[in-house]
């Protein structure tokens, strides 16, 4: 199959999974009892009272009308109202997005950073005594909950040491200099976890090539132990490493939206977690997909790196015309 | 059979939270629930070992009882995942055709509704989250893992000798999935569930932080480290066990998994 193939097949499995994705998350949030108005008017409201709120919300016309309103509003970026404000959801998500992508991107860019060098020293050192204590430590990170890291950094850097703020969040065209000293320590909560996982894997990756026939053959030709490691090991742990943390990457969203509740940073998450306290079923349905579709988007863009970085998928690709 | 630290150290962990948990039902020292304000904030001392909260609630006795919801959790999410997820990972790598294929793009959707997001969903259209939403939640979010290393593992025996004997002899196809091939994809089903369970753990925490699961009158782990948010500054103790107890026993969990595959098979994959 040809490269080009390969692309087109990835890119319709992910339109029909977002479509049933959509049907998924409305089903849920429409299909269960209990209403808006109910919730909008309180206990003492009298039926025609939440008739005439259920009316002017939309709520009293048919659900698959509803489903496709939905959907064709969030093709133009419309995501509807929130119940109690009637702001536009759409206006309420854009800068809030721009805020936790920052965090899971940074986040994820410090894990790997930190997680290469580490797993590596790890995989060279894996019979001494320095070696078997990463991998211990490692072991301890991945069991400490994203949220506790990070009120235990806050604890020691913002409250105890007073060295960085401990919670909120500035615009970067506002202050970059703030913008960054403020998020510092919620990426590094969320590295620490995600790098812990990452450092396993890069280390058996590792140790992998070390036991190939193609890496004695390297040393056995007098390439230094550093530059032949570099060489076969780097393209292994890169592979492992995209892998990894395309598997992870849901549990990278959500661990952004429990650190948001812990460092009070305006994100997608405070807002799902404000909607959910207050019942604001449209917020919650427009933010749920639109984090949903994201981590489909960068699944199916992990997949097609793989195709792009593996070799052994791109020599069966070698001649065809693309 | 194999010695393996790792097992060792994993069971032990989540054996003290079993032993725990067994323990609370037939002995407190405290009720976990009963408020007292003349001891409230205390430092660990006789009798209050772990010392009290904000409430005078004994941290010790709530630390026992914080022990059956977070092996609840654990068990039914788990029940939930292996449940589902097996017996379609084994159907998607014995059958032909088509259903395979849907199995797979199904569990890649799940996939993409984490433990969180599903619980929000549930707990905004009940209204409140609770514990069985939460735990719903988990279970339906482990499915996908399930379904991958179950499907692995039955690829892997499908194709040889002695289940082409059991083809070629007429064995019906659901004996041949139950009596060979699901006893040799059970190591690995182990391990996943080992590796399920610490999961589910971390995320029932993480929910009961963000008040998604239990109400405040049932004793989670998690709802202890939300408790503890207001008095971390002067007050770090409140957090302190519930947050130990937490890592420990997802520390037992993975050390737990690792050993299995030590044990079972060394070349065996995780998925997570």
């Known amino acids: 199959m040809s490269v080009v193939r390969v692309l087109a097949s990835r890119v319709g499995v992910f339109a029909i999974s977002l479509l049933v994705a959509s049907l998924a998350v409305f089903c849920v949030v429409n299909a269960l009892p209990g209403d808006v108005a109910g919730t909008i008017l309180g206990t003492n409201a009298t039926p025609q009272a939440i008739a005439e709120l259920r009316a002017q919300l939309g709520l009293d016309r048919p659900l698959p009308l509803r489903y496709i309103e939905w959907l064709g509003g969030m093709f133009r970026g419309d995501f509807g109202v929130s119940a109690f404000t009637y702001e536009p959801i759409g206006a309420l998500i854009r800068p809030r997005l721009a805020v936790t992508c920052w965090l899971v991107f940074l986040s994820v860019g410090l894990a790997v950073t930190l997680a290469i060098p580490v797993g590596k020293y790890a995989a060279l050192r894996r019979k001494k005594f320095t070696g078997q204590l990463v991998s211990v430590v490692s072991q301890f990170g991945m069991a400490v909950p994203a949220f506790l890291m990070g009120i235990i950094l806050s604890l020691v850097f913002a409250v105890r040491l007073g060295w960085l703020p401990a919670n909120g969040y500035t615009p970067l065209l506002v202050d970059p200099l703030d913008w960054a000293r403020r998020l510092v320590l919620p990426c590094t909560a969320l590295a620490l976890v995600q790098g812990a996982v990452l450092v396993r894997y890069v280390r058996n990756a590792f140790i992998d090539v070390l036991q190939e026939d193609y890496f004695r053959t390297a040393r056995s030709v007098g390439w230094p132990l550093r530059a032949a490691v570099n060489r076969h090991g780097m393209r292994n742990a890169a592979l492992q490493v995209v892998t990894v943390l395309g598997l992870q990457l849901a549990t990278l969203f959500v661990g952004a939206i429990v650190i948001e509740k812990v460092f009070v940073i305006p994100g997608l998450g405070s807002l799902l977690i404000d909607a959910v306290a207050k019942r604001d079923l449209p917020i919650v349905q427009g933010v749920v997909m639109l984090l949903v579709a994201l981590i489909l988007i960068i699944n199916a863009a992990v997949d097609v790196l793989y195709v792009l970085i593996d070799p052994r998928l791109k020599s069966d690709t070698e001649g065809v015309d693309v | ?272």
């Open chain 2, 1 to 272: 059979m194999k010695r393996s630290l790792s097992l060792t150290i994993g069971a032990s962990l989540v054996g003290l939270v079993a032993v725990l948990a067994l323990v609370s039902f037939f002995w407190m020292p405290f009720d976990p629930n009963h408020v007292d304000p003349a001891s409230r904030l205390l430092p660990p001392s006789w009798p209050h070992i772990m010392g009290t909260d904000h409430l005078g609630l004994d941290i010790f006795s709530r630390i026992l009882a914080g022990a059956r919801i977070c092996l609840l959790v654990g068990v039914i999410a788990v029940g939930i995942g292996a449940l589902v997820g097996v017996p379609l990972g084994l159907i998607a790598g014995f059958a032909k055709g088509w259903f395979p294929k849907f199995v797979l793009r199904t569990a890649d959707i799940i996939y993409a509704f984490p433990a969180l997001l599903l619980a929000i969903l549930l707990a905004a259209a009940n209204g409140h989250g609770s514990v069985v939403t939460a735990m719903v939640a988990i279970g339906i979010s482990s499915v996908p893992a399930f379904i991958r290393v179950a499907r692995a593992a039955t690829l892997q025996v499908v194709n040889q000798d002695f289940i082409l004997a059991a083809r070629t002899s007429a064995t019906p196809k659901y004996t041949i999935a139950l009596q060979h091939i699901l006893p040799n994809i059970a190591p690995v089903v182990l391990v996943q569930s080992s590796v399920s369970f610490g999961l589910a753990i971390l995320a029932e925490a993480a929910l009961s932080y963000l008040g998604l699961s239990a109400p405040p009158t049932t004793v989670t782990w998690g709802r202890m480290l939300f408790d503890a948010q207001s008095y971390l500054f002067s007050d770090a103790n409140l957090a302190l066990w519930p947050g130990l107890f937490i890592a420990l026993t997802v520390l037992g969990c993975n050390l737990l998994g690792d050993g299995l595959r030590e044990v079972l098979d060394p070349r065996l994959q995780e998925v997570r």
